[in-house]
């Protein structure tokens, strides 16, 4: 049995290998697909729903970043359920936060690429949560969409196990060690988290204006990170 399939992606046919994903099939196709909760270094995870696309003969958009291809399958990443859907979740994330996202960001990039420009639901907002006692990375509570990313970048990538999610829903956030901050986890300082979350919730704390590197226990200058974060240097 042959291990590559056919499909088509918004009027483009290609052939791809058994268990690429519709997103990795848009991807090749030129497709643009909006997603939050993905990053390609990382197991698909399939929690925001901002990336759903139709599929003819499917009763409803399916989440492109979790769902393989099939045979014959007729994709339409324009589909206007979908794009709903997904305007409607970044709107919602959006009016959960005290201030609008960084353009550099990529939530910022996705509301600006949807048109969401403001929320049609005001209502509680995060209330600002700093933690800074990390030499290299700065935690502005506040920005954190629940995305996972951060978790994931942190266990997978570099299997350091210092990120935690906590609470739900609307108190849902994401806590380092026993909340004793980065400094006292078990963080190895890769800047895996910061690389991949899409507000800047985790950032690097010498990218943030007016705040000053503090010192590490041991006394040394927090100084420079060690990375930088990868859409950052791409505009740069
Ligand atoms: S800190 Fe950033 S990457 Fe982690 S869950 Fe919050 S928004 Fe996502
Ligand atoms: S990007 Fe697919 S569900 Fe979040």
Redesign the pocket.
Known sequence: MSDELTVTVDGTELRVASGTTI?QAAKRAQSWIP????DDRQA????????MVAVEGAPKPL????TPCRDGMVIDTHDATSRRVATAVVELVLSELPNAPEPHTELAQIADRLDVTESRWPGEIHHEGHDFRHPYLAFQHELCISCGRCVRACDEVQGAFALTATGRGFHSNITAGLNAGFEDSSCVSCGACADTCPTDAITEITLLDGVVPQRSRNGSEGGRAKFRKRRRIASE
């Open positions: 997103l997603t939050l909760c993905f698909p995870f399939g929690a925001c729903r901002v990336c989440p492109a970043c979790t």
